[in-house]
T-cell receptor
């Protein structure tokens, strides 16, 4: 276990569904991230949170809504997704500003049908 | 912003041979360069990193070299083993106010017995 836990591991949802992805870290890190990983593409940064405050929204469509209630938990709320949103969604954490690299979770494999 | 290019996209090597993956970056002020290994069904895991004040770093069978003048860095894996088969990502830390990591597109390494 890497110290960053993501649930669920797999998710299939219809375009009209509402679902949430959960990420929890037990490392005492202050920053948390959501990344989208699609085949043959670089990791795409979606959101950055530092001490529960959102510091970056990388032009992500509003159908993705993040929530960070505390430094240990991060959620990604999904609503009215499109088939092209199907991907592996990775959560990561870092001590501070990525100076010491990120610790990633195993990801949630999302399929939108 | 920072742009990271990674080559090759796929690499097939015989067990026991060496593997080399190269990355170039665009921002000469970038100062931190981690490498991640992603095995099937798992999130990326940090395997080695290097900072801009160092030219080379080794950890058992893996090493990373950095050429700041040319703005490129490389991952070297010696005496490859089947368990080295995975996708490898390079990254560079951006120099914006946050300092997030910009990832390369990844290299699929296949080690054949």
């Amino acid at each position: 276990e890497t110290g960053v836990t993501q649930t669920p591991r797999h998710l299939v949802m219809g375009m009209t569904n509402k679902k949430s992805l959960k990420c929890e870290q037990h490392l005492g890190h202050n920053a948390m991230y959501w990344y989208k990983q699609s085949a043959k593409k670089p990791l795409e940064l979606m959101f950055v949170y530092n001490f529960k405050e959102q510091t970056e929204n990388n032009s992500v469509p509003s159908r993705f809504s993040p929530e960070c209630p505390n430094s240990s938990h991060l959620f990604l709320h999904l609503h009215t997704l499109q088939p092209e949103d199907s991907a592996l969604y990775l959560c990561a954490s870092s001590q501070d500003r990525g100076d010491f690299g990120y610790t990633f979770g195993s990801g949630t494999r999302l399929t939108v049908v | 912003g920072e742009n990271v290019e990674q080559h090759p996209s796929t690499l097939s090597v015989q067990e026991g041979d060496s593997a080399v993956i190269k990355c170039t970056y665009s921002d000469s002020a970038s100062n931190y360069f981690p490498w991640y290994k992603q095995e099937l069904g798992k999130g990326p895991q940090l395997i080695i990193d290097i900072r801009s004040n160092v030219g080379e770093k080794k950890d058992q069978r893996i090493a990373v070299t950095l050429n700041k003048t040319a703005k490129h860095f490389s991952l070297h894996i010696t005496e490859t083993q089947p368990e080295d088969s995975a996708v490898y990502f390079c990254a560079a830390r951006t120099t914006d106010s946050w300092g997030k990591l910009q990832f390369g597109a990844g290299t699929q390494v296949v080690v054949t017995p």
